[in-house]
């Protein structure tokens, strides 16, 4: 497996990790389900810093290598920026139009079903992010493993 | 427009130039070793710039390292 094979595993890792954080912390458990909140979030720490771990490990054994990155390498990154950018910019628009239907709405006093927010479109936005970062890293995982 | 494969004799160069590991062939051109390994497979196609570098490790011209074959 090479560094930036490993790299993008660990930063699958972190991603996920933080999504997790962040639904957690912000909108807690849902009701509906048994409350495995403690545990899962004990996971989750603890494949974040396993994560971080691997990447100093890593960055530390193969940093003096003369080849960090080649030609494959770019070609993989550039497939996951892709998706990843198509995603950001899909939210970006999603989130454009809802505060512009929203505004309207308002303006006509007419009752839409999902009024502005301004915290919901942070958080939409913050976890649209994070998303967009994992899926590059899946996409960059997948043509490694697929060796393009 | 048919679709071809890049077909390569990386693996009988390497044994002939003494054995060469893909580790050492992968630094004489600059790539890590995955690379050439998947260019040997015939899993990535390489850019015309690696490729000549990669005749010129074995002192071969292009045509004998890489082929481009189609279908038919």
Same mark, same amino acid.
């Given at each position: 497996?090479?560094? #930036?094979?490993?790299?993008?595993?660990?930063? !699958?890792?972190?991603?996920?990790?933080?999504? @997790?954080?962040?639904?957690?912390?912000?909108?807690?458990?849902?009701?509906? @389900? %048994?409350?495995?909140?403690?545990?899962?979030?004990?996971?989750?720490?603890?494949?974040?810093?396993?994560?971080?771990?691997?990447?100093?490990?890593?960055?530390?054994?193969?940093?003096?290598?003369?080849? #960090?990155?080649?030609?494959?390498?770019?070609?993989?990154?550039?497939?996951?920026?892709?998706?990843?950018?198509?995603?950001?910019?899909?939210?970006?628009?999603?989130?454009?139009? #809802?505060?512009?239907?929203?505004? !309207?709405?308002?303006?006509?006093?007419?009752?839409?079903?999902? %009024? !502005?927010?301004?915290?919901?479109?942070?958080?939409? !936005?913050?976890? @649209?992010?994070?998303?967009?970062?994992? @899926?590059?890293?899946?996409?960059?995982?997948?043509?490694?493993?697929?060796?393009? | 427009?048919?679709?071809?494969?890049?077909?390569?004799?990386?693996?009988?160069?390497?044994?002939?130039?003494?054995?060469?590991?893909?580790?050492?062939?992968?630094?004489?051109?600059?790539?890590?070793?995955?690379?050439?390994?998947?260019?040997?497979?015939?899993?990535?196609?390489?850019?015309?710039?690696?490729?000549?570098?990669?005749?010129?490790?074995?002192?071969?011209?292009?045509?004998?390292?890489?082929?481009?074959?189609?279908?038919?």
């Amino acid at each position: 497996m090479s560094k #930036q094979e490993i790299l993008s595993w660990t930063s !699958l890792a972190t991603s996920t990790s933080f999504i @997790v954080f962040y639904l957690l912390f912000n909108f807690g458990w849902p009701d509906a @389900v %048994p409350d495995y909140s403690g545990s899962f979030l004990k996971t989750f720490f603890n494949v974040f810093w396993i994560a971080v771990v691997i990447e100093i490990i890593v960055e530390i054994s193969e940093g003096n290598k003369k080849v #960090q990155k080649d030609e494959r390498d770019f070609i993989i990154e550039a497939k996951g920026i892709k998706a990843g950018y198509n995603i950001l910019v899909f939210a970006i628009i999603i989130a454009l139009c #809802q505060i512009f239907i929203s505004n !309207l709405s308002s303006t006509l006093g007419a009752d839409f079903p999902f %009024p !502005l927010e301004t915290t919901t479109v942070f958080h939409f !936005l913050i976890l @649209v992010l994070f998303l967009a970062s994992t @899926v590059r890293r899946s996409i960059m995982i997948y043509h490694y493993r697929k060796e393009i | 427009m048919e679709e071809g494969i890049i077909l390569n004799q990386i693996r009988r160069l390497r044994f002939d130039h003494g054995e060469m590991t893909q580790q050492e062939l992968a630094e004489t051109v600059g790539v890590t070793r995955q690379t050439i390994n998947a260019i040997e497979a015939a899993k990535y196609s390489p850019s015309l710039e690696l490729a000549f570098k990669i005749a010129a490790a074995f002192d071969q011209p292009i045509g004998k390292v890489f082929t481009y074959k189609t279908e038919d």
